[in-house]
Protein backbone atom coordinates (compact mmCIF):
# COMPACT_ATOMS: atom_id res chain seq x y z
CA UNK A 1 0.00 0.00 0.00
CA UNK A 2 1.13 3.33 -0.87
CA UNK A 3 2.92 4.67 2.20
CA UNK A 4 1.65 8.48 1.93
CA UNK A 5 -1.96 7.25 1.26
CA UNK A 6 -2.01 4.88 4.24
CA UNK A 7 -0.25 7.87 6.85
CA UNK A 8 -3.04 10.33 5.39
CA UNK A 9 -5.58 7.89 5.92
CA UNK A 10 -4.35 7.07 9.44
CA UNK A 11 -4.57 10.45 10.44
CA UNK A 12 -7.81 11.26 9.71
CA UNK A 13 -9.20 8.10 11.15
CA UNK A 14 -7.26 9.39 14.78
CA UNK A 15 -8.23 13.12 14.69
CA UNK A 16 -10.47 12.74 17.99
CA UNK A 17 -6.94 11.21 19.23
CA UNK A 18 -5.64 14.30 18.05
CA UNK A 19 -7.79 16.66 19.75
CA UNK A 20 -8.02 14.63 23.45
CA UNK A 21 -4.09 15.10 23.33
CA UNK A 22 -4.30 18.55 22.58
CA UNK A 23 -7.03 19.58 25.26
CA UNK A 24 -4.98 17.71 27.80
CA UNK A 25 -1.93 19.93 26.99
CA UNK A 26 -4.04 23.12 26.73
CA UNK A 27 -5.35 22.70 30.25
CA UNK A 28 -2.21 22.69 31.85
CA UNK A 29 -1.30 26.39 31.93
CA UNK A 30 2.30 26.27 30.52
CA UNK A 31 3.54 30.02 31.58
CA UNK A 32 7.06 31.33 31.37
CA UNK A 33 8.17 29.13 34.33
CA UNK A 34 5.62 26.24 34.60
CA UNK A 35 6.02 24.50 31.65
CA UNK A 36 7.02 21.26 33.30
CA UNK A 37 4.08 19.37 33.60
CA UNK A 38 3.23 20.08 29.68
CA UNK A 39 6.92 18.61 29.14
CA UNK A 40 6.37 15.39 31.27
CA UNK A 41 3.43 14.98 29.32
CA UNK A 42 5.25 15.37 25.96
CA UNK A 43 8.16 13.12 27.13
CA UNK A 44 5.93 10.44 28.41
CA UNK A 45 4.24 10.47 25.07
CA UNK A 46 7.57 9.94 23.49
CA UNK A 47 8.76 7.90 25.14
CA UNK A 48 5.62 5.49 25.04
CA UNK A 49 5.94 5.58 21.14
CA UNK A 50 9.70 4.16 21.86
CA UNK A 51 11.62 6.90 21.49
CA UNK A 52 14.60 7.72 23.81
CA UNK A 53 13.20 11.03 24.73
CA UNK A 54 14.95 12.95 27.73
CA UNK A 55 14.02 16.49 29.49
CA UNK A 56 17.80 18.34 28.77
CA UNK A 57 18.23 21.00 31.71
CA UNK A 58 18.89 24.87 30.00
CA UNK A 59 22.27 26.28 31.01
CA UNK A 60 21.51 30.12 30.79
CA UNK A 61 24.93 31.02 32.19
CA UNK A 62 26.89 28.85 29.03
CA UNK A 63 24.38 31.06 26.99
CA UNK A 64 25.17 34.25 27.63
CA UNK A 65 27.75 35.06 25.50
CA UNK A 66 25.85 33.31 22.48
CA UNK A 67 24.54 35.90 19.59
CA UNK A 68 20.60 35.48 20.08
CA UNK A 69 20.87 35.45 23.94
CA UNK A 70 18.09 37.52 25.40
CA UNK A 71 18.52 38.14 28.83
CA UNK A 72 15.46 37.37 30.68
CA UNK A 73 16.00 37.74 34.26
CA UNK A 74 13.90 34.16 34.64
CA UNK A 75 15.03 31.02 35.75
CA UNK A 76 15.44 28.11 33.51
CA UNK A 77 15.68 25.60 36.66
CA UNK A 78 12.59 22.83 36.58
CA UNK A 79 12.39 23.96 32.60
CA UNK A 80 13.79 21.42 30.91
CA UNK A 81 13.63 21.21 27.00
CA UNK A 82 12.21 17.81 25.53
CA UNK A 83 14.11 16.32 22.91
CA UNK A 84 14.33 12.88 21.23
CA UNK A 85 16.03 11.82 17.86
CA UNK A 86 15.11 8.70 15.79
CA UNK A 87 17.80 7.50 13.65
CA UNK A 88 16.96 6.80 9.63
CA UNK A 89 17.55 3.78 8.18
CA UNK A 90 20.49 5.90 6.17
CA UNK A 91 20.67 7.99 2.53
CA UNK A 92 17.94 10.45 3.62
CA UNK A 93 18.11 14.19 4.76
CA UNK A 94 17.75 14.71 8.44
CA UNK A 95 14.86 17.07 10.00
CA UNK A 96 14.09 18.61 13.09
CA UNK A 97 10.51 19.02 13.81
CA UNK A 98 10.08 21.74 16.59
CA UNK A 99 7.18 23.66 18.56
CA UNK A 100 6.62 25.59 21.66
CA UNK A 101 5.32 24.73 24.86
CA UNK A 102 5.05 28.08 26.62
CA UNK A 103 1.92 29.99 26.46
CA UNK A 104 1.58 33.43 27.90
CA UNK A 105 -0.22 34.41 30.83
CA UNK A 106 -3.98 35.25 30.86
CA UNK A 107 -4.55 38.87 32.22
CA UNK A 108 -7.30 38.16 35.55
CA UNK A 109 -10.48 39.50 34.34
CA UNK A 110 -9.94 39.90 30.82
CA UNK A 111 -13.55 38.85 29.49
CA UNK A 112 -12.81 35.93 28.39
CA UNK A 113 -16.37 33.94 27.26
CA UNK A 114 -14.97 30.43 27.56
CA UNK A 115 -12.42 29.83 30.71
CA UNK A 116 -8.96 29.66 29.52
CA UNK A 117 -7.59 26.91 30.73
CA UNK A 118 -10.26 24.41 29.83
CA UNK A 119 -10.10 23.71 26.52
CA UNK A 120 -13.64 24.15 25.57
CA UNK A 121 -15.23 23.35 22.17
CA UNK A 122 -17.78 25.19 20.88
CA UNK A 123 -18.51 24.05 17.28
CA UNK A 124 -15.67 24.40 15.00
CA UNK A 125 -13.37 26.20 18.07
CA UNK A 126 -11.29 24.92 20.49
CA UNK A 127 -10.69 27.48 23.08
CA UNK A 128 -8.16 28.08 25.15
CA UNK A 129 -4.98 29.98 26.05
CA UNK A 130 -2.36 28.13 23.71
CA UNK A 131 -5.15 26.26 22.13
CA UNK A 132 -3.51 28.08 18.98
CA UNK A 133 -0.10 29.37 20.06
CA UNK A 134 1.07 26.66 20.47
CA UNK A 135 -0.09 23.59 22.01
CA UNK A 136 -1.19 22.53 18.55
CA UNK A 137 2.55 22.60 17.74
CA UNK A 138 3.45 19.80 19.48
CA UNK A 139 0.08 17.61 19.26
CA UNK A 140 0.77 17.79 15.82
CA UNK A 141 4.02 16.30 15.72
CA UNK A 142 2.99 13.81 18.21
CA UNK A 143 0.47 12.56 16.27
CA UNK A 144 2.58 12.25 13.04
CA UNK A 145 5.29 9.96 14.90
CA UNK A 146 2.27 7.93 16.11
CA UNK A 147 1.23 7.23 12.45
CA UNK A 148 4.50 6.85 11.43
CA UNK A 149 5.27 4.21 14.16
CA UNK A 150 1.53 2.38 14.14
CA UNK A 151 2.59 2.15 10.00
CA UNK A 152 5.57 0.96 10.30
CA UNK A 153 7.30 3.23 8.13
CA UNK A 154 10.81 3.89 7.92
CA UNK A 155 12.44 7.22 7.23
CA UNK A 156 15.64 7.32 5.78
CA UNK A 157 16.64 10.51 7.27
CA UNK A 158 17.24 11.37 11.19
CA UNK A 159 14.21 12.74 12.73
CA UNK A 160 14.79 15.02 16.04
CA UNK A 161 11.50 16.46 17.80
CA UNK A 162 11.93 19.24 19.76
CA UNK A 163 9.67 20.38 22.48
CA UNK A 164 11.25 23.73 23.85
CA UNK A 165 10.06 26.23 27.16
CA UNK A 166 10.98 30.19 26.73
CA UNK A 167 10.43 30.68 23.16
CA UNK A 168 7.83 33.71 24.22
CA UNK A 169 9.89 35.55 26.94
CA UNK A 170 13.56 35.04 25.53
CA UNK A 171 13.58 32.07 22.84
CA UNK A 172 16.87 30.83 24.99
CA UNK A 173 15.94 27.32 25.01
CA UNK A 174 16.08 26.67 21.62
CA UNK A 175 19.44 28.64 21.11
CA UNK A 176 20.89 25.92 23.95
CA UNK A 177 19.57 23.27 21.86
CA UNK A 178 21.61 25.01 18.70
CA UNK A 179 24.62 25.64 21.10
CA UNK A 180 24.79 21.91 22.40
CA UNK A 181 25.07 20.54 18.92
CA UNK A 182 21.72 19.84 17.71
CA UNK A 183 21.38 19.47 13.87
CA UNK A 184 19.92 18.71 11.41
CA UNK A 185 19.31 19.31 7.58
CA UNK A 186 16.38 21.49 7.66
CA UNK A 187 13.97 22.46 10.88
CA UNK A 188 10.10 22.74 10.78
CA UNK A 189 9.19 24.93 13.44
CA UNK A 190 4.90 24.00 14.05
CA UNK A 191 3.56 27.48 15.56
CA UNK A 192 0.35 28.63 14.27
CA UNK A 193 0.48 30.90 11.59
CA UNK A 194 -2.36 30.45 9.53
CA UNK A 195 -1.35 26.92 7.36
CA UNK A 196 1.37 29.18 5.50
CA UNK A 197 5.16 29.04 5.79
CA UNK A 198 6.70 31.95 7.47
CA UNK A 199 9.86 32.40 6.21
CA UNK A 200 10.67 36.11 7.48
CA UNK A 201 9.95 38.21 10.89
CA UNK A 202 10.64 41.55 12.48
CA UNK A 203 13.53 42.37 15.03
CA UNK A 204 12.12 42.92 18.34
CA UNK A 205 13.40 44.52 21.60
CA UNK A 206 11.86 44.34 25.03
CA UNK A 207 12.69 47.03 27.86
CA UNK A 208 12.27 47.99 30.86
CA UNK A 209 11.79 51.98 32.10
CA UNK A 210 11.70 53.35 35.47
CA UNK A 211 11.12 56.42 36.29
CA UNK A 212 12.01 58.57 39.28
CA UNK A 213 9.56 60.78 41.36
CA UNK A 214 9.92 62.13 44.76
CA UNK A 215 7.32 60.74 47.32
CA UNK A 216 5.23 62.68 49.46
CA UNK A 217 1.13 62.58 50.66
CA UNK A 218 -1.40 62.70 48.28
CA UNK A 219 -3.19 65.64 49.77
CA UNK A 220 0.16 67.96 49.53
CA UNK A 221 1.56 66.29 46.13
CA UNK A 222 3.38 70.16 45.79
CA UNK A 223 5.94 68.34 48.11
CA UNK A 224 6.55 65.45 46.10
CA UNK A 225 6.98 64.73 41.60
CA UNK A 226 4.36 62.32 40.46
CA UNK A 227 6.09 59.97 38.51
CA UNK A 228 3.38 58.76 36.58
CA UNK A 229 2.39 61.57 34.55
CA UNK A 230 6.15 61.86 33.80
CA UNK A 231 5.96 57.85 32.49
CA UNK A 232 3.24 59.10 30.27
CA UNK A 233 5.37 61.61 28.53
CA UNK A 234 7.78 58.98 28.14
CA UNK A 235 5.25 56.63 26.33
CA UNK A 236 3.75 59.75 24.03
CA UNK A 237 7.48 59.83 22.96
CA UNK A 238 7.62 56.17 21.95
CA UNK A 239 4.48 56.22 20.17
CA UNK A 240 6.16 59.13 18.18
CA UNK A 241 9.21 56.77 17.43
CA UNK A 242 6.72 54.26 16.09
CA UNK A 243 5.03 56.82 14.56
CA UNK A 244 8.44 57.91 12.78
CA UNK A 245 9.67 54.13 12.46
CA UNK A 246 6.65 53.77 9.83
CA UNK A 247 6.91 56.67 8.15
CA UNK A 248 10.16 55.37 6.99
CA UNK A 249 9.27 52.40 5.92
CA UNK A 250 7.27 53.76 2.75
CA UNK A 251 7.03 50.52 1.54
CA UNK A 252 5.85 48.84 4.28
CA UNK A 253 6.87 45.54 5.15
CA UNK A 254 4.89 41.74 5.45
CA UNK A 255 1.73 43.61 3.19
CA UNK A 256 1.17 46.02 5.70
CA UNK A 257 1.54 49.67 5.74
CA UNK A 258 2.40 50.05 9.41
CA UNK A 259 4.27 47.76 10.74
CA UNK A 260 5.92 48.90 13.62
CA UNK A 261 4.17 47.93 16.64
CA UNK A 262 5.37 49.91 19.98
CA UNK A 263 3.24 48.58 23.28
CA UNK A 264 3.35 48.85 27.19
CA UNK A 265 2.56 45.72 28.45
CA UNK A 266 2.68 46.56 32.03
CA UNK A 267 3.09 49.36 34.27
CA UNK A 268 3.44 49.82 37.67
CA UNK A 269 3.50 52.63 40.22
CA UNK A 270 3.03 53.24 44.47
CA UNK A 271 1.33 51.41 47.07
CA UNK A 272 -1.89 53.59 48.04
CA UNK A 273 -4.02 55.92 46.40
CA UNK A 274 -3.53 58.77 48.87
CA UNK A 275 0.38 59.07 48.22
CA UNK A 276 2.41 60.35 45.75
CA UNK A 277 4.43 57.13 44.15
CA UNK A 278 8.31 57.09 44.54
CA UNK A 279 8.96 55.63 40.88
CA UNK A 280 6.64 54.32 37.89
CA UNK A 281 8.21 51.41 35.65
CA UNK A 282 6.81 50.16 32.36
CA UNK A 283 7.62 47.34 30.00
CA UNK A 284 7.33 47.41 26.77
CA UNK A 285 8.61 46.56 23.15
CA UNK A 286 8.74 47.78 19.47
CA UNK A 287 9.32 45.60 16.64
CA UNK A 288 11.48 47.26 14.09
CA UNK A 289 12.53 46.31 10.05
CA UNK A 290 14.85 43.12 9.43
CA UNK A 291 16.87 45.50 7.82
CA UNK A 292 17.73 47.38 11.14
CA UNK A 293 20.04 45.88 13.86
CA UNK A 294 18.84 45.48 16.76
CA UNK A 295 21.61 47.87 18.24
CA UNK A 296 20.14 50.81 16.26
CA UNK A 297 16.99 49.60 17.50
CA UNK A 298 17.84 49.46 21.09
CA UNK A 299 19.49 53.13 20.61
CA UNK A 300 16.55 54.79 18.67
CA UNK A 301 14.39 53.32 22.13
CA UNK A 302 16.98 55.17 24.38
CA UNK A 303 17.16 58.16 22.24
CA UNK A 304 13.82 58.45 22.79
CA UNK A 305 13.78 58.35 26.26
CA UNK A 306 16.47 60.73 26.91
CA UNK A 307 15.23 63.43 24.62
CA UNK A 308 11.64 63.19 25.95
CA UNK A 309 13.54 63.12 29.52
CA UNK A 310 15.44 66.30 29.01
CA UNK A 311 12.16 68.61 27.60
CA UNK A 312 10.82 68.03 31.63
CA UNK A 313 12.73 69.90 34.24
CA UNK A 314 12.40 66.88 36.77
CA UNK A 315 13.19 64.38 34.46
CA UNK A 316 16.58 66.58 33.35
CA UNK A 317 18.12 66.01 36.78
CA UNK A 318 16.75 62.71 37.79
CA UNK A 319 16.98 60.56 34.42
CA UNK A 320 14.99 57.78 33.72
CA UNK A 321 16.88 54.47 33.17
CA UNK A 322 16.11 51.95 30.55
CA UNK A 323 17.00 48.10 31.12
CA UNK A 324 16.63 45.74 27.91
CA UNK A 325 14.98 42.67 29.39
CA UNK A 326 13.16 40.09 27.80
CA UNK A 327 13.13 39.22 24.00
CA UNK A 328 16.18 40.86 22.33
CA UNK A 329 15.99 39.93 18.34
CA UNK A 330 16.97 41.12 15.38
CA UNK A 331 14.82 40.34 12.35
CA UNK A 332 15.50 38.38 9.03
CA UNK A 333 14.46 38.24 5.77
CA UNK A 334 14.28 34.20 4.48
CA UNK A 335 15.60 31.54 6.97
CA UNK A 336 14.66 28.45 4.44
CA UNK A 337 15.93 26.97 1.37
CA UNK A 338 14.26 26.86 -1.69
CA UNK A 339 14.30 22.81 -1.35
CA UNK A 340 12.72 23.41 1.81
CA UNK A 341 10.02 25.14 0.60
CA UNK A 342 9.31 23.50 -3.02
CA UNK A 343 8.46 20.09 -0.68
CA UNK A 344 6.60 21.95 1.76
CA UNK A 345 4.44 24.10 -0.47
CA UNK A 346 3.87 20.51 -2.64
CA UNK A 347 2.77 18.77 0.68
CA UNK A 348 0.38 21.16 1.48
CA UNK A 349 -1.09 21.41 -1.99
CA UNK A 350 -1.59 18.14 -2.11
CA UNK A 351 -3.57 18.03 0.84
CA UNK A 352 -5.28 21.35 0.57
CA UNK A 353 -5.44 21.73 -3.10
CA UNK A 354 -4.03 25.13 -3.05
CA UNK A 355 -0.55 26.85 -3.12
CA UNK A 356 0.77 27.79 -0.27
CA UNK A 357 1.20 31.26 0.98
CA UNK A 358 4.82 32.40 1.46
CA UNK A 359 4.65 35.44 3.86
CA UNK A 360 6.94 37.50 6.65
CA UNK A 361 5.09 38.21 9.79
CA UNK A 362 5.71 41.22 12.33
CA UNK A 363 6.30 39.02 15.77
CA UNK A 364 9.32 36.68 16.19
CA UNK A 365 9.71 32.90 16.13
CA UNK A 366 12.23 30.26 17.16
CA UNK A 367 13.83 29.85 13.69
CA UNK A 368 16.12 32.91 14.08
CA UNK A 369 18.59 30.16 15.87
CA UNK A 370 18.20 27.97 13.73
CA UNK A 371 18.98 30.07 10.54
CA UNK A 372 21.92 31.31 12.95
CA UNK A 373 23.86 27.86 12.91
CA UNK A 374 23.07 26.99 9.59
CA UNK A 375 20.07 24.88 9.69
CA UNK A 376 17.28 26.28 7.22
CA UNK A 377 14.29 26.87 8.63
CA UNK A 378 10.52 27.29 7.93
CA UNK A 379 7.46 27.90 10.48
CA UNK A 380 3.87 26.17 9.31
CA UNK A 381 0.72 25.53 11.64
CA UNK A 382 -2.31 25.62 11.65
CA UNK A 383 -5.74 28.30 11.65
CA UNK A 384 -6.67 29.92 14.53
CA UNK A 385 -7.03 34.23 16.10
CA UNK A 386 -6.42 35.97 19.10
CA UNK A 387 -2.86 34.71 20.11
CA UNK A 388 -1.75 36.33 23.25
CA UNK A 389 -5.10 37.93 23.49
CA UNK A 390 -9.01 36.86 24.87
CA UNK A 391 -10.34 34.06 22.94
CA UNK A 392 -7.70 32.51 21.64
CA UNK A 393 -8.98 29.75 19.62
CA UNK A 394 -7.87 27.28 16.98
CA UNK A 395 -9.55 26.46 14.12
CA UNK A 396 -10.59 22.49 14.55
CA UNK A 397 -11.44 21.57 10.72
CA UNK A 398 -7.59 22.77 9.96
CA UNK A 399 -5.92 20.42 12.38
CA UNK A 400 -6.31 17.37 10.31
CA UNK A 401 -5.10 18.76 7.05
CA UNK A 402 -2.28 20.69 8.91
CA UNK A 403 -0.87 17.12 10.17
CA UNK A 404 -1.45 15.08 7.04
CA UNK A 405 0.68 17.80 5.35
CA UNK A 406 3.24 17.78 7.88
CA UNK A 407 3.55 14.20 7.82
CA UNK A 408 3.58 14.30 3.85
CA UNK A 409 6.64 16.33 4.34
CA UNK A 410 8.43 14.64 7.14
CA UNK A 411 7.84 10.96 4.34
CA UNK A 412 8.81 13.59 1.73
CA UNK A 413 12.18 15.05 3.11
CA UNK A 414 13.40 12.38 4.83
CA UNK A 415 12.68 9.20 2.45
CA UNK A 416 11.11 6.31 3.04
CA UNK A 417 12.69 2.99 2.21
CA UNK A 418 9.51 1.29 1.62
ZN1 LIG B 1 3.98 30.75 19.02
Given at each position: ?17 M ?20 Q ?19 N ?8 G??E ?47 A ?61 G ?52 L ?60 D??Q ?16 L ?16 C ?8 L ?18 Q????I ?10 PS ?41
Amino acid sequence: MDVERAVVDWLANHQAQMVVLLRKLIRQPSIPGQESSAQQIVLDHLLDLGLGARAEEINVAGLTALPGYSETGCSYAGRPNVVARQLGEGGGRSLILSSHIDVVPVEAGSGWTHEPWAAEIDGNRLYGRGAWDDKPGIALILIVLRALRELDVRLCGDLEVQSVPDEEGGGNATLALCAAGHRADTALFVDGVRCAAVTGFMGQTWFRVCVPGLSSGGVSPDRGVNPVPLASKLIEALYDLEDEMNDALKAGYGGQQRPVRFNVGRIQAGAWSNSVPSCCVFDGQINFPPSKTLDWAQRRVREAIADAAVRDRWLRSHPPTIHFVGVQTSGCHDTSSPELLHLLGTAHRDVWHQEMEVRQILGFIDTRHYLAYGIPSVCYGPMGANAHGVDEYLDLETLLPTAQAIALFVLRWCGTDS
